[in-house]
Protein backbone atom coordinates (compact mmCIF):
# COMPACT_ATOMS: atom_id res chain seq x y z
CA UNK A 1 0.00 0.00 0.00
CA UNK A 2 1.23 3.59 -0.60
CA UNK A 3 2.65 5.29 2.41
CA UNK A 4 3.45 2.60 4.28
CA UNK A 5 7.10 1.88 4.75
CA UNK A 6 8.09 -1.98 4.82
CA UNK A 7 12.01 -1.94 5.92
CA UNK A 8 11.65 -3.35 9.37
CA UNK A 9 15.66 -2.75 10.74
CA UNK A 10 16.39 0.73 10.21
CA UNK A 11 19.36 2.59 11.00
CA UNK A 12 17.99 5.42 13.17
CA UNK A 13 20.02 8.98 13.51
CA UNK A 14 19.52 12.25 15.11
CA UNK A 15 19.28 15.25 12.75
CA UNK A 16 18.52 18.30 15.06
CA UNK A 17 18.69 19.25 18.62
CA UNK A 18 17.42 21.85 20.69
CA UNK A 19 17.48 22.89 24.29
CA UNK A 20 16.06 25.41 26.78
CA UNK A 21 17.96 24.88 30.30
CA UNK A 22 19.44 26.51 33.18
CA UNK A 23 23.01 26.63 31.68
CA UNK A 24 21.72 27.95 28.50
CA UNK A 25 19.47 28.32 25.86
CA UNK A 26 20.87 27.17 23.01
CA UNK A 27 23.12 24.46 22.33
CA UNK A 28 26.88 26.74 22.08
CA UNK A 29 26.06 28.01 25.28
CA UNK A 30 25.46 24.80 26.97
CA UNK A 31 28.41 23.38 25.35
CA UNK A 32 30.11 26.58 27.05
CA UNK A 33 28.58 25.54 30.74
CA UNK A 34 29.23 22.38 30.09
CA UNK A 35 32.68 22.72 29.41
CA UNK A 36 33.54 25.11 32.05
CA UNK A 37 31.78 23.46 34.41
CA UNK A 38 29.17 26.04 35.15
CA UNK A 39 26.09 25.87 37.41
CA UNK A 40 22.29 26.87 36.57
CA UNK A 41 21.14 26.38 40.44
CA UNK A 42 20.20 29.82 42.24
CA UNK A 43 18.15 30.52 45.55
CA UNK A 44 14.98 31.66 45.15
CA UNK A 45 14.10 33.10 48.10
CA UNK A 46 9.90 32.93 47.32
CA UNK A 47 9.92 29.63 47.93
CA UNK A 48 11.52 29.85 51.30
CA UNK A 49 8.30 32.13 51.68
CA UNK A 50 5.87 29.80 50.06
CA UNK A 51 6.53 27.53 52.30
CA UNK A 52 9.50 25.28 50.71
CA UNK A 53 11.81 23.49 52.94
CA UNK A 54 14.88 24.35 50.19
CA UNK A 55 14.83 27.91 47.87
CA UNK A 56 17.47 25.60 45.53
CA UNK A 57 16.41 26.38 41.88
CA UNK A 58 17.63 25.50 38.51
CA UNK A 59 17.39 29.11 36.85
CA UNK A 60 15.43 28.58 33.43
CA UNK A 61 14.56 31.92 31.95
CA UNK A 62 10.66 31.91 30.36
CA UNK A 63 10.86 32.59 26.30
CA UNK A 64 8.43 34.93 25.08
CA UNK A 65 6.24 33.43 22.17
CA UNK A 66 4.11 36.47 21.32
CA UNK A 67 5.99 37.10 17.96
CA UNK A 68 6.27 33.28 17.18
CA UNK A 69 2.79 32.47 18.27
CA UNK A 70 -0.86 33.18 18.38
CA UNK A 71 -2.73 34.31 20.84
CA UNK A 72 -5.20 31.32 20.54
CA UNK A 73 -2.13 28.85 20.29
CA UNK A 74 -0.54 30.36 23.51
CA UNK A 75 -3.39 30.13 25.28
CA UNK A 76 -3.38 26.32 25.39
CA UNK A 77 0.01 26.64 26.54
CA UNK A 78 1.45 26.13 29.99
CA UNK A 79 5.21 27.06 31.11
CA UNK A 80 6.73 23.40 30.21
CA UNK A 81 4.97 24.07 26.31
CA UNK A 82 7.06 27.00 26.24
CA UNK A 83 10.01 25.46 26.87
CA UNK A 84 9.24 22.34 24.76
CA UNK A 85 8.65 24.80 21.40
CA UNK A 86 11.76 27.04 22.46
CA UNK A 87 13.65 23.60 22.30
CA UNK A 88 11.74 22.22 19.29
CA UNK A 89 12.25 25.14 16.94
CA UNK A 90 15.61 24.93 17.65
CA UNK A 91 15.87 21.54 16.99
CA UNK A 92 14.04 22.00 13.68
CA UNK A 93 16.14 24.55 12.59
CA UNK A 94 19.22 22.53 12.73
CA UNK A 95 17.69 19.45 10.93
CA UNK A 96 16.46 21.82 8.32
CA UNK A 97 12.73 20.61 8.86
CA UNK A 98 10.34 23.22 7.31
CA UNK A 99 6.96 23.53 6.99
CA UNK A 100 6.90 22.01 3.61
CA UNK A 101 8.78 19.58 4.91
CA UNK A 102 6.41 18.65 7.74
CA UNK A 103 3.53 18.82 4.87
CA UNK A 104 5.51 16.15 2.68
CA UNK A 105 6.61 13.75 4.85
CA UNK A 106 4.38 12.15 7.89
CA UNK A 107 6.57 13.93 11.12
CA UNK A 108 5.27 12.00 14.17
CA UNK A 109 5.80 13.61 17.79
CA UNK A 110 6.50 11.50 21.02
CA UNK A 111 7.56 13.73 24.03
CA UNK A 112 8.24 13.65 27.84
CA UNK A 113 6.01 15.16 30.18
CA UNK A 114 4.87 14.31 33.57
CA UNK A 115 2.96 17.62 35.24
CA UNK A 116 1.56 20.19 34.91
CA UNK A 117 0.96 21.77 38.26
CA UNK A 118 0.74 25.14 37.71
CA UNK A 119 -2.03 25.02 35.04
CA UNK A 120 -4.50 22.70 37.34
CA UNK A 121 -3.27 24.96 40.38
CA UNK A 122 -5.07 28.10 38.39
CA UNK A 123 -7.92 26.06 37.34
CA UNK A 124 -8.97 25.19 41.06
CA UNK A 125 -8.18 28.79 42.29
CA UNK A 126 -10.67 30.03 39.57
CA UNK A 127 -12.97 27.16 40.64
CA UNK A 128 -12.94 28.17 44.37
CA UNK A 129 -13.44 31.82 43.90
CA UNK A 130 -16.02 31.46 40.99
CA UNK A 131 -17.57 27.83 41.77
CA UNK A 132 -18.66 28.20 38.14
CA UNK A 133 -16.57 26.10 35.39
CA UNK A 134 -17.71 28.02 32.87
CA UNK A 135 -15.15 30.83 34.01
CA UNK A 136 -12.04 28.71 33.79
CA UNK A 137 -11.74 29.77 30.29
CA UNK A 138 -10.78 28.04 27.26
CA UNK A 139 -7.11 26.97 27.18
CA UNK A 140 -6.99 25.56 30.96
CA UNK A 141 -8.10 21.92 29.60
CA UNK A 142 -5.16 21.87 27.34
CA UNK A 143 -2.40 23.36 29.15
CA UNK A 144 -3.50 21.27 32.41
CA UNK A 145 -3.29 17.72 30.06
CA UNK A 146 -0.39 15.74 30.73
CA UNK A 147 -0.44 15.31 27.57
CA UNK A 148 -0.44 19.05 26.78
CA UNK A 149 3.10 19.37 24.85
CA UNK A 150 2.25 16.74 22.41
CA UNK A 151 -1.02 18.43 22.00
CA UNK A 152 0.47 21.71 21.24
CA UNK A 153 3.33 21.08 19.41
CA UNK A 154 1.49 18.94 16.83
CA UNK A 155 -1.10 21.53 16.32
CA UNK A 156 1.11 24.62 15.97
CA UNK A 157 3.81 22.14 13.79
CA UNK A 158 0.89 20.79 12.18
CA UNK A 159 2.29 17.01 12.59
CA UNK A 160 0.62 14.36 11.14
CA UNK A 161 2.47 10.90 12.63
CA UNK A 162 2.66 9.32 15.65
CA UNK A 163 1.36 11.30 18.54
CA UNK A 164 1.62 10.72 22.41
CA UNK A 165 3.17 11.67 25.63
CA UNK A 166 5.34 9.89 27.59
CA UNK A 167 4.48 10.04 31.07
CA UNK A 168 7.45 7.98 32.53
CA UNK A 169 8.33 10.53 35.60
CA UNK A 170 12.33 11.46 35.35
CA UNK A 171 13.09 8.95 32.80
CA UNK A 172 10.14 10.40 30.46
CA UNK A 173 12.50 12.22 27.73
CA UNK A 174 14.83 9.15 27.62
CA UNK A 175 12.08 6.81 27.06
CA UNK A 176 10.55 9.27 24.40
CA UNK A 177 13.48 8.54 22.28
CA UNK A 178 13.42 5.23 23.27
CA UNK A 179 9.81 4.82 22.23
CA UNK A 180 10.70 6.95 19.02
CA UNK A 181 14.30 4.99 18.38
CA UNK A 182 11.73 1.22 17.96
CA UNK A 183 9.09 2.99 15.94
CA UNK A 184 11.51 4.38 13.25
CA UNK A 185 13.82 0.92 13.81
CA UNK A 186 10.72 -0.75 12.70
CA UNK A 187 9.85 1.57 10.18
CA UNK A 188 6.61 2.18 11.48
CA UNK A 189 7.52 6.20 11.12
CA UNK A 190 10.61 7.77 9.53
CA UNK A 191 11.10 11.15 11.17
CA UNK A 192 9.81 11.69 15.08
CA UNK A 193 10.33 14.73 16.80
CA UNK A 194 10.73 14.07 20.60
CA UNK A 195 12.16 15.26 23.87
CA UNK A 196 11.41 15.97 27.63
CA UNK A 197 10.24 19.12 29.36
CA UNK A 198 9.31 20.16 33.31
CA UNK A 199 8.29 23.21 34.36
CA UNK A 200 9.99 24.95 36.95
CA UNK A 201 7.78 26.79 39.29
CA UNK A 202 7.19 26.71 42.67
CA UNK A 203 3.96 24.52 42.11
CA UNK A 204 5.70 22.08 40.45
CA UNK A 205 8.11 20.44 43.25
CA UNK A 206 6.30 21.38 46.41
CA UNK A 207 5.21 17.94 47.21
CA UNK A 208 8.31 16.62 45.84
CA UNK A 209 9.96 18.92 48.65
CA UNK A 210 8.13 17.74 51.19
CA UNK A 211 9.43 14.44 50.92
CA UNK A 212 12.37 16.57 52.51
CA UNK A 213 15.24 14.77 49.27
CA UNK A 214 15.91 18.39 48.10
CA UNK A 215 19.62 19.70 49.03
CA UNK A 216 19.69 22.34 52.06
CA UNK A 217 19.91 25.72 51.08
CA UNK A 218 22.35 26.80 53.99
CA UNK A 219 25.11 26.55 51.45
CA UNK A 220 25.89 28.37 48.18
CA UNK A 221 23.60 27.41 45.62
CA UNK A 222 26.33 26.24 42.92
CA UNK A 223 27.76 23.58 45.21
CA UNK A 224 24.58 22.44 46.38
CA UNK A 225 24.41 19.30 44.35
CA UNK A 226 27.16 17.04 44.20
CA UNK A 227 26.25 13.53 42.68
CA UNK A 228 28.83 10.99 44.19
CA UNK A 229 30.38 12.57 46.56
CA UNK A 230 30.45 10.96 49.82
CA UNK A 231 28.63 14.14 51.47
CA UNK A 232 25.44 14.71 49.18
CA UNK A 233 22.49 15.33 50.82
CA UNK A 234 20.38 16.02 48.42
CA UNK A 235 19.05 16.64 44.57
CA UNK A 236 17.93 20.46 43.35
CA UNK A 237 15.03 20.90 41.21
CA UNK A 238 15.25 22.09 38.08
CA UNK A 239 13.53 22.03 34.75
CA UNK A 240 13.59 23.76 31.10
CA UNK A 241 12.82 21.78 27.34
CA UNK A 242 15.47 19.23 25.58
CA UNK A 243 14.45 18.63 21.70
CA UNK A 244 15.48 16.09 19.31
CA UNK A 245 14.62 14.92 15.63
CA UNK A 246 15.30 11.29 15.40
CA UNK A 247 15.51 9.77 11.41
CA UNK A 248 16.20 6.98 9.76
CA UNK A 249 18.90 6.99 7.99
CA UNK A 250 17.72 6.32 4.31
CA UNK A 251 15.34 9.90 5.43
CA UNK A 252 18.44 11.82 6.83
CA UNK A 253 20.32 10.38 3.06
CA UNK A 254 17.94 10.96 0.73
CA UNK A 255 17.08 14.62 1.86
CA UNK A 256 21.21 15.51 2.47
CA UNK A 257 20.60 16.10 6.52
CA UNK A 258 23.45 16.65 8.41
CA UNK A 259 23.84 13.84 10.83
CA UNK A 260 24.33 14.45 14.48
CA UNK A 261 24.45 10.94 15.95
CA UNK A 262 23.41 7.82 16.07
CA UNK A 263 20.67 6.24 18.37
CA UNK A 264 22.12 2.35 18.70
CA UNK A 265 20.43 0.99 21.91
CA UNK A 266 17.53 1.64 24.07
CA UNK A 267 17.05 -0.61 27.72
CA UNK A 268 14.54 -0.47 29.91
CA UNK A 269 12.79 -2.01 33.16
CA UNK A 270 11.01 -1.68 36.29
CA UNK A 271 12.32 -2.46 39.63
CA UNK A 272 9.26 -4.21 40.97
CA UNK A 273 9.88 -2.22 44.31
CA UNK A 274 9.67 0.68 46.42
CA UNK A 275 7.59 3.72 45.18
CA UNK A 276 10.51 6.15 45.78
CA UNK A 277 13.93 3.48 46.99
CA UNK A 278 15.88 2.70 44.05
CA UNK A 279 17.27 -0.76 43.60
CA UNK A 280 20.49 -1.92 42.16
CA UNK A 281 19.05 -4.64 39.38
CA UNK A 282 16.31 -2.62 37.32
CA UNK A 283 18.89 0.06 36.38
CA UNK A 284 21.23 -2.66 35.86
CA UNK A 285 18.79 -4.68 33.30
CA UNK A 286 17.92 -1.24 31.44
CA UNK A 287 21.67 -0.43 31.08
CA UNK A 288 22.65 -4.56 30.09
CA UNK A 289 19.48 -4.33 27.68
CA UNK A 290 20.45 -1.25 25.54
CA UNK A 291 24.21 -2.09 25.24
CA UNK A 292 23.30 -5.87 24.00
CA UNK A 293 21.10 -3.89 21.68
CA UNK A 294 23.96 -2.03 20.53
CA UNK A 295 25.86 -4.89 19.52
CA UNK A 296 29.14 -2.73 20.94
CA UNK A 297 31.99 -3.63 23.26
CA UNK A 298 32.04 -2.68 26.88
CA UNK A 299 35.47 -1.03 26.02
CA UNK A 300 33.75 1.16 23.42
CA UNK A 301 31.54 2.49 25.66
CA UNK A 302 33.69 5.29 27.26
CA UNK A 303 31.71 7.66 28.66
CA UNK A 304 28.47 7.44 31.10
CA UNK A 305 25.96 10.40 32.10
CA UNK A 306 24.71 8.87 35.09
CA UNK A 307 21.41 9.61 36.50
CA UNK A 308 22.78 10.53 39.90
CA UNK A 309 20.75 13.16 41.45
CA UNK A 310 22.85 13.59 44.25
CA UNK A 311 20.70 11.38 46.98
CA UNK A 312 22.66 8.84 49.24
CA UNK A 313 20.74 5.78 48.33
CA UNK A 314 20.65 6.53 43.78
CA UNK A 315 23.58 7.82 43.80
CA UNK A 316 25.30 4.64 45.34
CA UNK A 317 23.15 2.04 43.77
CA UNK A 318 24.17 3.24 40.49
CA UNK A 319 27.76 3.40 41.40
CA UNK A 320 27.87 -0.02 42.16
CA UNK A 321 25.33 -0.42 39.14
CA UNK A 322 28.12 0.86 36.88
CA UNK A 323 31.19 -0.76 38.37
CA UNK A 324 29.02 -4.77 38.19
CA UNK A 325 28.30 -4.30 34.79
CA UNK A 326 31.70 -2.53 33.41
CA UNK A 327 33.41 -4.85 35.44
CA UNK A 328 37.55 -4.11 34.72
CA UNK A 329 36.65 -1.37 31.76
CA UNK A 330 36.17 1.96 33.80
CA UNK A 331 34.37 4.48 31.31
CA UNK A 332 34.26 7.71 32.60
CA UNK A 333 30.96 9.24 34.67
CA UNK A 334 29.62 12.26 35.29
CA UNK A 335 26.70 13.10 36.34
CA UNK A 336 25.75 16.59 34.23
CA UNK A 337 22.93 17.36 37.14
CA UNK A 338 25.97 18.36 39.32
CA UNK A 339 25.63 21.70 37.05
CA UNK A 340 22.23 21.45 36.03
CA UNK A 341 20.26 20.07 38.94
CA UNK A 342 17.57 17.57 37.96
CA UNK A 343 15.19 18.32 35.18
CA UNK A 344 12.98 15.24 36.18
CA UNK A 345 11.25 14.95 32.60
CA UNK A 346 13.35 16.90 30.62
CA UNK A 347 16.65 15.32 32.16
CA UNK A 348 16.82 11.48 30.13
CA UNK A 349 16.24 13.89 26.94
CA UNK A 350 18.80 17.04 27.81
CA UNK A 351 20.99 14.56 28.91
CA UNK A 352 22.07 12.59 25.50
CA UNK A 353 21.83 16.33 24.03
CA UNK A 354 24.81 16.92 26.75
CA UNK A 355 26.71 14.06 25.93
CA UNK A 356 26.31 14.62 22.05
CA UNK A 357 27.96 18.25 22.29
CA UNK A 358 30.61 16.54 24.59
CA UNK A 359 31.21 13.91 22.14
CA UNK A 360 31.18 16.51 19.10
CA UNK A 361 33.62 19.00 20.85
CA UNK A 362 35.93 16.08 22.09
CA UNK A 363 35.45 16.79 26.58
CA UNK A 364 34.08 15.15 28.87
CA UNK A 365 32.14 17.67 30.93
CA UNK A 366 32.81 17.54 34.95
CA UNK A 367 30.79 15.92 37.96
CA UNK A 368 31.24 19.26 39.87
CA UNK A 369 31.34 19.59 43.45
CA UNK A 370 32.71 16.39 43.73
CA UNK A 371 35.70 15.60 47.00
CA UNK A 372 35.27 12.52 48.45
CA UNK A 373 34.11 9.34 47.61
CA UNK A 374 32.08 6.61 49.55
CA UNK A 375 32.24 2.80 49.54
CA UNK A 376 30.00 2.55 46.59
CA UNK A 377 31.33 5.72 44.56
CA UNK A 378 35.36 4.82 44.93
CA UNK A 379 34.12 2.16 42.56
CA UNK A 380 33.47 4.33 39.04
CA UNK A 381 36.15 6.33 36.86
CA UNK A 382 34.18 9.65 38.07
CA UNK A 383 35.42 12.82 36.21
CA UNK A 384 35.69 15.73 38.34
CA UNK A 385 37.73 18.12 36.23
CA UNK A 386 36.74 19.04 32.66
CA UNK A 387 38.88 16.40 30.71
CA UNK A 388 40.11 16.65 27.07
CA UNK A 389 39.00 13.11 25.62
CA UNK A 390 38.00 12.23 22.15
CA UNK A 391 35.01 9.56 22.49
CA UNK A 392 32.78 8.18 20.11
CA UNK A 393 29.93 5.80 22.29
CA UNK A 394 28.28 6.80 25.27
CA UNK A 395 25.56 5.40 27.52
CA UNK A 396 23.21 8.01 29.24
CA UNK A 397 21.07 6.73 32.25
CA UNK A 398 17.72 7.92 33.48
CA UNK A 399 15.44 6.24 36.43
CA UNK A 400 12.63 7.31 37.87
CA UNK A 401 9.63 7.28 40.51
CA UNK A 402 8.23 3.67 40.86
CA UNK A 403 10.79 2.19 39.42
CA UNK A 404 11.05 2.89 35.85
CA UNK A 405 14.72 2.57 34.26
CA UNK A 406 15.66 3.79 30.69
CA UNK A 407 18.61 3.63 29.24
CA UNK A 408 20.28 4.83 25.83
CA UNK A 409 23.32 4.14 23.88
CA UNK A 410 24.17 6.66 21.31
CA UNK A 411 27.01 6.64 19.28
CA UNK A 412 29.02 8.86 16.65
CA UNK A 413 27.75 8.10 13.22
CA UNK A 414 30.24 7.12 10.86
CA UNK B 1 -21.70 51.45 35.37
CA UNK B 2 -23.65 53.50 32.57
CA UNK B 3 -22.67 52.37 28.70
CA UNK B 4 -19.99 54.58 28.64
CA UNK B 5 -18.08 52.74 31.32
CA UNK B 6 -18.82 49.63 30.45
CA UNK B 7 -17.84 50.44 26.43
CA UNK B 8 -14.09 51.76 27.58
CA UNK B 9 -14.11 48.81 30.55
CA UNK B 10 -15.12 46.08 27.71
CA UNK B 11 -12.98 47.43 25.01
CA UNK B 12 -9.86 47.58 27.32
CA UNK B 13 -10.37 44.32 27.99
CA UNK B 14 -10.89 42.94 24.68
CA UNK B 15 -7.82 44.26 23.20
CA UNK B 16 -5.86 43.03 26.20
CA UNK B 17 -7.25 39.24 25.83
CA UNK B 18 -7.66 38.95 22.34
CA UNK B 19 -4.80 40.92 21.45
CA UNK B 20 -6.50 42.91 18.50
CA UNK B 21 -5.73 46.80 17.55
CA UNK B 22 -7.92 49.12 19.42
CA UNK B 23 -7.81 51.33 16.32
CA UNK B 24 -10.09 47.74 14.88
CA UNK B 25 -13.17 48.27 17.83
CA UNK B 26 -15.97 50.55 16.07
CA UNK B 27 -19.52 50.47 17.04
CA UNK B 28 -20.32 49.00 13.69
CA UNK B 29 -17.60 46.58 13.31
CA UNK B 30 -18.23 42.85 13.47
CA UNK B 31 -17.22 41.32 16.64
CA UNK B 32 -16.54 38.21 16.06
CA UNK B 33 -14.31 38.87 12.88
CA UNK B 34 -12.56 42.04 14.67
CA UNK B 35 -11.76 39.86 17.68
CA UNK B 36 -11.21 36.57 15.42
CA UNK B 37 -13.29 34.45 17.44
CA UNK B 38 -13.72 31.00 17.07
CA UNK B 39 -16.15 28.50 19.56
CA UNK B 40 -13.51 28.25 22.10
CA UNK B 41 -12.45 32.04 22.22
CA UNK B 42 -16.20 32.72 23.14
CA UNK B 43 -15.66 30.96 26.53
CA UNK B 44 -12.82 33.71 26.51
CA UNK B 45 -15.15 36.46 25.79
CA UNK B 46 -17.32 35.48 28.49
CA UNK B 47 -14.29 35.22 31.04
CA UNK B 48 -12.86 38.38 30.25
CA UNK B 49 -16.46 40.25 30.54
CA UNK B 50 -17.52 38.98 33.87
CA UNK B 51 -14.35 40.18 35.38
CA UNK B 52 -14.90 43.54 34.58
CA UNK B 53 -18.97 43.42 34.98
CA UNK B 54 -19.52 40.23 37.12
CA UNK B 55 -21.95 39.78 34.29
CA UNK B 56 -21.98 36.53 32.91
CA UNK B 57 -23.11 36.31 29.48
CA UNK B 58 -24.81 33.38 27.89
CA UNK B 59 -25.13 31.58 24.69
CA UNK B 60 -28.58 32.87 24.35
CA UNK B 61 -26.95 36.62 24.85
CA UNK B 62 -24.59 35.98 21.86
CA UNK B 63 -28.18 35.25 19.27
CA UNK B 64 -29.16 38.55 18.49
CA UNK B 65 -25.12 40.13 18.59
CA UNK B 66 -23.31 40.88 15.40
CA UNK B 67 -21.95 44.36 16.00
CA UNK B 68 -19.96 45.98 19.16
CA UNK B 69 -22.86 48.00 19.38
CA UNK B 70 -25.14 44.85 19.69
CA UNK B 71 -23.16 43.78 22.34
CA UNK B 72 -22.15 46.63 24.09
CA UNK B 73 -26.32 47.12 24.37
CA UNK B 74 -27.23 43.18 25.37
CA UNK B 75 -23.71 43.37 28.04
CA UNK B 76 -25.69 46.91 29.22
CA UNK B 77 -28.68 45.39 30.17
CA UNK B 78 -27.35 42.88 31.66
CA UNK B 79 -25.54 44.75 34.19
CA UNK B 80 -28.55 46.94 34.58
CA UNK B 81 -30.46 43.79 35.32
CA UNK B 82 -27.98 42.93 37.85
CA UNK B 83 -27.73 46.28 39.59
CA UNK B 84 -31.47 45.91 40.01
CA UNK B 85 -31.33 42.78 41.41
Known sequence: MEGFIHNINNRVVITGMGIHSCI???????????????????LEEERKTFGYQSGLTGSVPMPNLKKDLSRRERISMGEESY???????????????????REDREVGIIYGNDSTAKSVKEAMDIMREKNDTALIG????????????????????????????????????????????????????????????????????????????????????????????????GLVPSGGGATLILESLDSALSRGANIIAEVVGYGFSSNGGHISTPNIDGPSMAMKRAIFQSNISLNEIKYVNAHATSTPVGDGNEAQAIASIFGGEHPFVSSTKSMTGHECWMAGASEVIYSILMMHNGFIAPNINFETPDEQTKKINLVTKTKKESFDVFLSNSFGFGGTNSALVIKKYV | MNIEEIIEKANAILVEEFEVDIDTISPEANLRDTLSLDSLDYVDLVVSIESISGVKLGEEDFKDIVTFEDFYIVLHKKVLAKSEG
Open chain 1, 83 to 101: YAYASAMQALKQANIDPSF
Open chain 1, 138 to 233: SGSIFRSMNSTITMNLSTILKLRGINYTISGACASGSHSIGQAYILIKQGLQDCIICGGAQETNMFAFSSFDGLGVFAPDNQDPTKACRPFDKNRN
Open chain 1, 24 to 42: GTSLEEVSDSLMNGKSGII
